[in-house]
């Protein structure tokens, strides 16, 4: 059988923090499947680099042969307008987010981006539920497929590896670190990161992460730094720097449909993690995480966490050592095979 080569139009920038595109698509390719993704324009790249034999990162879309057949993976609604600028063999809906509150800009092409779709995968039952609806109102007959997010389980799983010494000259004035990575955004629930950060003075909070909200204008106490954005690569030192991670979500309708990639690399990293009550955290990891919603239930249960030690890192895992990009990929594969055959 001939796969046709997957084709991933201009979403997020390839070479910036990685996302569940970047992992599955490369994953995708790593077994047997050729990618094209189509980046944003980026200053000093133009035409294309070939990141391995059947990986290519493209400067635009101009660079798209279309006198080939893809497949294209979709994510990004307003690319529904252009389907038919390519030669497709099928489209596979990629969904990671709901279309409402900060991204209800892209909610006039949701339902159009899951009908395109002759198969979709959803990263949270929440979403799957949400494309079924949809397809059963539109009287179409497409699988929906639940394909959570994950991790690069052996990259996070390090231990050779020091915390930098930006973290180790931290840990002089703090009796606790407390870490976060990923957007610092308007969906963290500042009043309680805030209000927690007040209530242990001797803990720093440490965000790292592009910050998409006005941080001046939070009113930040001075153990919650924001770091700014790191490489990927970084993170598992970043985590040895860590005494325990947090998962600081507002709970609202964007959020109640999450679920956290950061999630499953803190707990391959080995640190004890609390989590305001999201409901696919609730359900995927009950057992490992902790949850709490106020500051003083917030810092208790980091303090129970780390009493508890060996156990708590041996079973957050165990829960996610399988939960890896490798494994979604090999899944997602054995469904677009059956929709090329």
Request: charged share 20%; hydrophobic share 45%; proline share 6%.
């Amino acid at each position: 059988m001939t796969r046709p080569p997957l084709l991933y139009l201009p979403c997020f920038d390839f070479f910036d923090h990685r996302q569940r595109p970047h992992h599955l698509l490369w994953e995708l390719s790593e077994i047997g499947w050729e990618v094209f993704w189509c980046n944003w324009p980026r200053p000093g790249f133009s035409g294309w680099a070939d990141l391995s034999p059947r990986f290519h990162v493209l400067s635009s879309v101009n660079q798209v042969d279309r006198n080939r057949t893809y497949l294209m993976w979709l994510t990004h609604g307003p690319y529904v307008e252009q389907l038919g600028q390519y030669r497709l063999a099928a489209v596979a809906t990629d969904i990671a987010d709901s279309t409402v509150e900060e991204f209800a800009v892209w909610a006039p092409w949701n339902k159009q981006r899951i009908c395109s779709g002759q198969v979709v995968f959803a990263s949270s039952p929440a979403l799957v539920e949400e494309a079924r609806a949809i397809l059963s109102e539109e009287g179409l007959e497409r699988p929906v497929y639940l394909v959570r997010n994950a991790c690069d389980y052996h990259l996070f799983a390090k231990t050779n590896c020091a915390a930098p010494d930006w973290l180790q000259q931290l840990r002089s004035g703090y009796r606790r670190i407390i870490g976060f990575w990923g957007a610092v955004a308007s969906w963290l629930d500042w009043d309680l990161i805030k209000a927690t950060a007040l209530t242990c003075p001797d803990w720093a909070f440490v965000f790292v992460g592009a910050v998409c909200v006005d941080a001046s204008a939070l009113g930040l106490p001075g153990n919650v730094i924001l770091a700014g954005p790191r490489d990927y690569r970084e993170l598992p030192a970043i985590a040895r720097g860590f005494d325990g991670a947090w998962v600081p979500f507002q709970i609202r309708a964007l959020t109640r449909a999450v679920n956290p990639v950061k999630l499953y690399e803190y707990l391959a990293a080995g640190l004890p993690v609390v989590s305001t009550p999201l409901p696919d955290v609730t359900t995927e990891a009950e057992s490992v995480v902790a949850f709490a919603s106020r500051p003083d239930a917030t810092w208790l249960s980091f303090e129970r966490l780390f009493r508890d030690g060996e156990r708590v890192i041996r079973a957050g895992r165990q829960l996610v050592v399988d939960s890896t990009w490798q494994a979604r990929a090999r899944f997602i594969s054995q469904v677009l095979d059956g929709l090329v055959s």
